[in-house]
């Protein structure tokens, strides 16, 4: 069964080459079979991988520990979820994964532009195809997900149980499929340079794609934090760390993308840093992919070198020279058609958000490689750590928030001062009355950056909201149709502009919420035995009592021994209880002995969120067991032999002392204010995303019937 | 002013914004950054009272939990050279013998002193990551 | 089961039977949709007060032309292939 996975990828290595060069070939003498024959051999491509992946799938499914992989990472014991989304906690599936990703999106993309683009699509090809290979070759080369095992083993090493989380195991598909979009773009674009069609039809063919792979990468960085904050014992969402670093660049340049090829189809202006910023993303994308598995930056996630590192460097490094040679050779046909009329024009502004955005993704590399660079020049390794990056992101953050209120407002080319100032006016006085009101109701002016992107989000909501009424008048004003009507059609008409803007809204309440969060939390790291109390942040917390609980894990994770608390907490009137616990899960080290081997081996913890719109009650506990070594050891040594039901009696009366007489636990609690924005944010940015790229009907029923239209000419003609 | 030195105005102040921008933060991140070492390193030529960020395995054995306080001892990931390290603060779930660890702080007398909750295990497994800081 | 999936790939070498127009033409939908998008969006910011009339004039007439050029070309490729 593996050796049909292997084989798939053999084949598919074959085809991917043959993709490229077939692509080039009819490209370069003109013939379209060859074109067509190499445009079809992705679509064979993509068909190899999904059975590839379907087989390893099923391995997973089956518990077939023949299968490396399987009998790394599942276990029989271990949820149908986890067994699925296993494939990509580890290095060979997650490359196995991309490479299914990149021959589905380019397949999808080739046959929706199979009639267009006859120039550039073949090139398009055959970079896609390359990558693919590339992908294919290291896993053939290095990372076969199919490799076997000699002997079987009996039972599988089960999935990490930080890992154990539903977000985290949509979080990398999602990565991926944001990582993997971009490279769609970026092929036809290198296809438009090679070819000189440097017009903006390379930009309306693969726009959606961009779209769509930005919005996956931003849910898929909101996964993350969401999953940060809700699972691991520390109640952050974003520390800064490489990985998430890693993750954010191509996302800040892909906005910057997102923007600035409005400005090449309108305008037709800033081609060569369009093409440049696509190749930048990529570059980060590929950055990013290759971050993880190799150990070059001391990063909790990476772990010392693995073996494809050097391999993705040099891919990385072609595609740098390679690409930047293109667009150099190529600048005299990547000459602007018109200037910027005013500064207080679209175009304008669209140019200072690309600036802010490239200027954060600058500074968010700087740190991230800091390390690498500081060793360069001092010799020494250093490294900066959250602190810098937040005093240095946190200016560019609050002004990239202003230009998301000031850019939809502007027009192409150029406003009225008049229009300026009608635009103006009321969501000025609507930041005004906020910064009034925080001042005087709340003691948000400790805080002055926080109380800026406060009264900074006003600003924003207030503009998009006028956008909207604004828009609907005008549309009234030429439909005549009700309040509701108009505002509907007024979406559905303008679904980019007013998808975007409802991003925008996204953003700003997203940012309220990293404000609010960042400078209002409240921490703090107590030991506490039950009976104990303390205050946090308005809250009165009670140490009730200790629990102890064994199997029937309620959040799905089979872990089969949790020691956890029960807290009371109380604020006026308001009274809840709160469950934090850890679970513990077994190791198959036989050196912890056989009792202790449950309890020595992964722990999580399992942490209480009390949501809420205004603030957030985080907790975790971390009960001390080391007065239960005692007892363990002796169980260790008098129950070595015993049965599965006789050790199960001795961990339960364990697990009941720890219950009825429990030592000082370590307890940290964290109110956040205002955190559960940030994800309500996200939801909106997602939203507006969405409503942008949802195709527009008409389009879609004009371009069925003009190739009706063709076809009847066409045969017409024949006949 | 005509449009070319209008222009030309432009990049120059565009020039010195850049040149200022790139120059704060090559300052602030040399300024602010602490130095990686291992074990090894900061027993050679350690400067006491400057802040390091020391990396390393745990050596088996040699953890010892006293209240809310951590002692172990951090040896080079491939080598013998050993520092006793003084802990205070969260301890991250994947910190166990044998495990890498980076923890930040001074060398004092001959402990490693440690920031509290600036402990960071790395995870094993290829993916996830456990922090307290 | 190799030479299976090797069976299975269908390689197509035979004459293209699409005519070039339909590339064309499809570039042309496409761009043609793009520019009646951006009439409407000056159309919405007139009415919404941010373009001055006599801005909206100039540039309504732009847009309006280019989009008559790409009509134009459209109809050549049509008359090219006569529907009788």
């Known amino acids: 069964m593996a050796f049909a996975g292997t084989a798939c990828l053999l084949v598919g290595l074959l085809t991917a080459l043959y993709a490229a060069v077939a692509s080039i070939a009819g490209a370069r003498t003109g013939r379209r079979e060859l074109v067509v024959s190499g445009r079809r051999a992705m679509y064979c491509l993509a068909a190899l991988l999904i059975a590839a992946t379907a087989v390893l799938q099923s391995a997973f499914l089956r518990s077939d520990f023949s299968f490396k992989l399987v009998a790394e990472g599942s276990s029989t014991d271990t949820p149908t979820f986890y067994k699925v989304t296993a494939m990509w906690a580890t290095q060979d599936g997650s490359l196995l994964l991309w490479a299914l990703l990149l021959s589905v999106f380019s397949s999808a993309v080739l046959f929706l532009s199979r009639r267009s683009l006859r120039d550039i699509a073949p090139w398009a090809t055959a970079v896609l195809g390359t990558l693919a290979a590339f992908f294919l070759a290291l896993m053939l080369g290095w990372e076969n997900p199919f490799t076997t095992l000699a002997v079987a083993p009996q039972e599988g090493a089960g999935l990490n149980p930080l890992l154990r989380h539903p977000a985290m195991m949509i979080h990398p598909p999602m990565l991926y499929t944001g990582y993997v979009g971009f490279s769609i773009p970026f092929a036809f674009a290198i296809g438009a340079l090679i070819t000189r069609h440097t017009g903006a039809d390379w930009i309306r063919a693969t726009r959606s794609f961009a779209l769509i792979a930005w919005t996956f990468l931003a849910a898929g960085i909101m996964l993350g934090a969401l999953w940060s904050y809700s699972e691991l014992g520390w109640g952050g969402y974003w520390g800064w760390d490489p990985v998430e670093n890693a993750s954010l660049m191509p996302w800040l340049t892909g906005t910057a993308f997102l923007h600035s090829i409005m400005v090449q189809e309108k305008r037709g202006m800033l081609k060569v840093w369009n093409v440049s910023l696509i190749i930048a993303t990529f570059v980060l994308a590929l950055l990013g992919t290759f971050l993880v598995r190799s150990g070059i930056l001391q990063s909790i996630h990476a772990f010392g070198a693995s073996t494809i590192g050097v391999q993705f460097l040099i891919c990385i490094v072609v595609v740098i020279v390679g690409s930047t040679a293109l667009v150099i050779s190529r600048l005299p046909h990547l000459r602007s058609e018109s200037r910027l009329d005013s500064l207080l024009s679209r175009e304008a502004f669209f140019l200072l958000n690309n600036l802010v955005l490239v200027l954060l993704c600058v500074f968010v590399f700087w740190g991230t490689f800091f390390p690498l660079i500081s060793e360069a020049i001092t010799g020494t390794e250093a490294s900066v750590g959250p602190p810098w990056f937040n005093a240095v992101t946190t200016p560019l953050a609050l002004v990239l928030v202003l230009l998301t209120g000031i850019g939809p407002v502007l027009a192409w080319r150029r406003i009225t001062s008049s229009g300026l100032r009608r635009a103006f006016v009321v969501p000025a006085g609507v930041t005004v009355a906020t910064l009034v009101v925080l001042v005087a109701l709340t003691n948000a002016e400790d805080r002055v950056l926080a109380l800026a992107m406060f009264c900074l989000t006003a600003f924003v909501l207030a503009v998009v909201g006028q956008e909207m009424v604004r828009g609907t008048a005008a549309r009234r004003v030429i439909t005549g149709d009700s309040w509701t009507r108009a505002a509907a059609g007024l979406l559905a008409r303008n679904r980019r502009r007013y998808g975007g803007f409802i991003a925008h809204a996204g953003i700003a309440v997203l940012f309220l919420g990293v404000a609010g969060s960042s400078a209002f939390l409240q921490q703090r790291d107590l030991r506490l035995s039950p009976g104990d109390t303390f205050r946090a942040g308005g809250y009165e917390l009670t140490y009730e009592r200790a629990t102890a609980r064994l199997g029937g894990d309620g959040a799905g994770t089979g872990a089969p021994i949790a020691f956890g608390a029960v807290l009371t907490a109380r604020k006026g009137s308001e009274s809840f209880t709160l469950h934090p616990s850890r679970n513990f899960y077994p190791t198959r080290d036989p050196s912890k002995g056989s009792i202790g081997r449950y309890f020595e081996g992964e722990a999580t913890s399992e942490v209480d969120v009390r949501w809420g719109l205004q603030r957030d009650l985080w907790t975790a506990v971390r009960p001390d067991i080391s007065q239960l070594e005692g007892p363990i050891q002796e169980a260790n040594r008098k129950f070595a032999d015993s049965s599965g039901d006789v050790q199960a009696v001795v961990i339960a009366a364990i697990a009941e002392r720890y219950r009825t007489d429990p030592p000082p636990a370590a307890f940290r609690s964290i109110v956040s204010p205002l955190v559960a924005w940030i994800w309500i944010g996200g939801g909106i940015i997602l939203l507006g995303a969405l409503i942008a790229a949802w195709p527009t009907p008409e389009a879609r029923v004009r371009r069925v019937r003009s190739l009706y239209r063709a076809r009847v000419g066409r045969e017409l003609s024949g006949a | ?133 | 089961m190799l030479v299976a999936l090797v069976v299975l790939r269908p390689l197509v070498e035979g004459p293209g039977r699409e005519v070039e127009e339909d590339a064309r033409r499809a570039e042309l939908e496409a761009a043609k949709e793009a520019k009646y998008r951006e009439i409407r969006d000056a159309e919405l910011d007139r009415g919404m007060g941010k373009l001055s009339a006599e801005d909206h004039r100039t540039t309504d007439r732009e847009l309006r032309e280019e989009a008559i050029e790409i009509l134009r070309e459209l109809d050549a490729l049509e008359g090219k292939s006569p529907r009788g």
């Open chain 2, 1 to 133: 002013m005509d449009p070319a030195r209008k222009r030309k105005l432009r990049l120059v102040l565009a020039l010195s914004v850049a040149v200022l921008l790139a120059g704060a933060l090559v300052y602030t991140s040399f300024a602010g950054a602490t130095e990686a070492s291992t074990p090894s390193q900061l027993k050679a030529s350690a400067e006491s009272g400057r802040s390091y960020e020391l990396t390393g395995k745990v050596v088996d054995g040699s953890v010892e939990r006293k209240g809310d306080g951590l002692r172990f001892a951090i040896r080079d990931r491939e080598g013998t050279e050993r520092l006793p390290v003084n802990y205070q603060g969260v301890v991250p779930d994947p910190f166990r013998d044998g495990r890498e660890v980076i923890v930040s702080g001074r060398l004092e007398g001959g402990t490693f002193v440690a920031e509290r909750d600036s402990l960071v295990t790395k995870c094993p497994s290829k993916f996830t990551k456990e922090e307290s800081s």
